[in-house]
């Protein structure tokens, strides 16, 4: 009898994931983040459903184009990529990509001068969600000699791009960034560019505060960039389309209650006693998002006896000898028994990138 731990999809629920999307803003294609979930069905359902793709890796683009993804509906979204990996665009027909830096320009004149290219924004932290600002993102001053830097060098400044931080409907970096891109905008227009896209990244979540925060982009981008500007406005959302459509089940293969003398009954009230458990996945694996963000997932126990056991405050440790692989800690749950199943929601997103490879890497 196998104990290994697995996962359950409803590819459905990415379906109604989209149709939200599309229902609350219509005009903002969506392009996936394959980062966020690379497995082959769903990338396969988006494919047939016209969504695009944000790839930020060689091996990403490889593996869309195996699942039937057209090469124009890809967006190689890393502003800093291995040469290797921009030759394989060019040889695959993947044409548009991000930048932001005059080196990253030199490389690609150098390798796929027939680039569509996207100028990446640097967005201030706004105190919510992963923190995407060090790494990614010119400044506006810098932008400015990067529209010029391009025009010199003839190449193909196709628009402008953003990410506005992982894990949060937080609107107001998305609304300063709006509107530096219609300073861009405008700035490349003087200077005889005439940009087509603003890419607004990703980082939504499908909760109810999606509704209000997507009436807000949807307004600053009519206002901003109006149809007669002809700008086609997109996204990258990942965790949006995935995260509550999958949930991981692992089985409980350790024990351990803290506190407890054995063989004395304990009142039936709430314990101040602890309880240890181990299950088959931690924080190296499935749980790896609690590394980046506040991630807490609390598992139910699918036996039905579960629910009438005592309660105790509980640690959930992950296989591994790492001190730190802590999947939940301190929290209140019905004792479990060895080889009781525990099921984990909303672990669609990011979960199971270790095990496969992080961009492919």
Known sequence: ESDSSFYLGDLGQIVRNLQMWRKHMPQ???????????????????????VGFDCASGFEIESALKCGVQPDDILFAVPCKMSSH??????????????????????????????????????????????????????MSEAEKLILLC??????????????????????????????????????????????????????????????????????????????????????????????AFSFVTNVHGKALVGVYVGINISKSLSTDTAKYYIGAGVFTAFNLKFFEEFKRIPENLSREAEKGKYYRTSVYGPTCAGDDCVVDNIMLPEAQINDWWIFDNMGAYSSLVSLGFNGY
């Open 86 to 139: 921009i030759k394989y665009a060019c040889q695959t027909g993947v044409r548009t990509m991000t930048f932001d830096n005059a080196d990253e320009l030199h490389k690609i004149k150098r390798i796929h001068p027939t680039g569509k290219l996207l100028l990446r924004l640097r967005v201030e932290y706004c105190g919510i969600g992963i923190k995407m600002d060090d790494k990614f993102g010119a400044s």
């Open 151 to 244: 025009k010199e060098l003839k190449l193909n400044l196709a628009g402008i791009c953003f990410h506005p931080g992982s894990g949060s409907n937080s609107f107001d970096p998305i609304d300063r960034s709006l509107q530096q891109c219609r300073e861009l905008y405008d700035f490349a227009n003087l200077n005889g560019i005439d940009l087509k896209i603003i890419d607004i990244g990703g980082g939504l979540v499908c909760t109810e505060s999606f509704i209000k925060v997507s009436f807000q982009i949807t307004t600053a981008v009519n206002k901003l960039f109006p149809p007669e500007t002809g700008v086609k406005v997109i996204a990258e959302p990942g965790t949006f389309l995935v995260e509550n």
């Open 28 to 50: 903002i294609r969506p392009y996936y983040a394959m980062k966020c979930n690379p497995s082959q069905p769903v990338i396969q359902l988006l494919a047939s459903l016209g």
